[in-house]
């Protein structure tokens, strides 16, 4: 990659003209009008049961609860002895959306229903929300870097996350409060959420975190066809609530806030994540448990997403949404200007470590491969 470190022309953040071999995440380069964003449009859902199995429908969706005025929420309750963990050493790639869109090729919007082969989805990428919000956020980012895996297949680019070494390591060697704390989010849940549209919140139940229910969106960035899918905490309950995703609600919880610097750092780096996350499926509002250091809630704020921006205004030298969707726009260019082999055995594999270039390389049946012949088959028939 020597040449990616020649003097590229100024504002260009692709290194070199031509095929760029790199791509900078400087903020400054990304400071330009706010790009297109359509209103993403949800095409379909699933869920993934106790045992992670996949269910092609809304069973595992849930309800927001809200709480009374000054609710007495102890989230370390249960840790020990009511709470089944998700294995998080179990890699599932893009599987569970895979199997959606096999389930639904009817339902993705565009399609060109012409066109002879039934490869086709009509859409430029495949990929889980969860992903995005990295991309988004990479501007901002100075300590975790990331490695995504992309494979065109059929016209379609997927990308699917690999585990850094870093967040292998950090992963397994936890400490015994980081494990609970990150329970302490699940448990939130359990308190703002029924399951039944009429049903009230079980805090003396099982929390388990393999149970998810998902949404599936459309939607476009810039020009860059996209569909993606992202966990959806809970929904509101009112008949009359707008349709998915407007109904959805995302659950948060975070350390109170009882100084400017802690109430500086919530809006430079807990809004940046939040907002990310909400933002790219249209979920419009975040409900958030503030707690104490004994894992007790003290008090509870809903935030609209489209305030946020508003919100961390008098911050000063803070994130902007526009860097984020800008980057991620010029990061989706790059990766259509470099994934140019219709192979899903071929993977371009991206990588980028803070203060550092987005970099790739390319590995033909790797062990990086990631589309499965289950899904080649099934798409080919
Ligand atoms: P909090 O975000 O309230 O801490 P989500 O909010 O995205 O629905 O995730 C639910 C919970 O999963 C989080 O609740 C947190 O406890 C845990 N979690 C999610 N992503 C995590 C991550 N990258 N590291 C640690 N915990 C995480
Ligand atoms: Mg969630
Ligand atoms: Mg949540």
């Known amino acids: 990659y020597k040449r990616s470190r020649e003097p590229s022309g100024d504002q260009n953040p692709h290194k070199r003209h031509g095929a760029a071999v790199t791509l900078a995440t400087n903020r400054q380069m990304y400071e330009r009008n706010f790009p297109l964003y359509k209103q993403p449009v949800e095409v379909g859902c699933f869920s993934l049961d106790s045992h992670r199995n996949f269910f092609n429908d809304h069973r595992q969706m849930r309800y927001y609860v809200q709480p009374s005025k000054c609710p007495e929420f102890n989230l370390r309750d249960g840790y020990t002895d009511r709470f089944i963990k998700r294995d998080d050493g179990v890699k599932e790639r893009l599987d569970h959306l895979l199997k959606w ?3 639904n090729r009817d339902k993705i919007q565009n399609r060109d229903q012409t066109s002879s082969s039934s490869l086709v989805l009509g859409v430029d990428f495949v990929t889980w929300r969860g992903h995005l919000t990295k991309v988004l956020t990479t501007p901002y980012e100075t300590h975790e870097g990331w490695l995504l895996a992309a494979s065109k297949f059929g016209g379609t680019v997927y990308i699917s996350e690999v585990e850094t070494e870093a967040a292998r390591t950090d992963r397994e060697k936890r400490s015994e409060r980081q494990e609970e704390m990150m329970y302490w989010g699940y448990k939130f849940e359990q308190y703002a959420c029924a399951d039944g549209v009429d049903g009230t919140p079980d805090p003396g139940g099982v929390v388990n975190t393999n149970e998810a229910f998902c949404t599936v969106v459309q939607t476009r960035l810039a020009d860059h066809k996209l569909l993606f899918s992202g966990e959806v905490d809970c929904r509101v309950s009112d008949a009359d609530a707008p349709p998915a995703p407007a109904c959805y609600v995302e659950l948060k919880t975070s350390a109170e806030i009882c100084t400017p610097k802690q109430r500086s750092n919530f809006h430079r780096y807990k809004l940046l994540k939040w907002w990310a ?6 979920v419009p509002q975040i409900v958030a448990g503030f707690r104490d250091h004994d894992g007790v809630v003290v008090s509870m704020e809903t935030i609209q ?3 946020i ?9 803070c994130w902007k949404p526009t860097v984020c969707m800008n980057f991620c726009s010029d990061f989706l260019s790059f990766v259509k200007s470099v994934v140019k082999e219709d192979d899903p055995r071929l993977v371009y594999l991206f990588t980028w470590d803070p203060h550092r270039d ?17 899904y080649v088959k099934e798409l080919r028939s």
């Open 101 to 103: 869109i096999l389930a």
């Open 277 to 282: 996350q909400s933002f790219l499926p249209g």
């Open 305 to 307: 997403t489209s305030k």
């Open 309 to 317: 921006s508003q919100l961390i205004k008098n911050e000063f030298n």
């Open 358 to 374: 987005v970099s790739y390389t390319v590995h033909r049946d790797s062990q990086y491969s990631f589309i499965p012949e289950w």
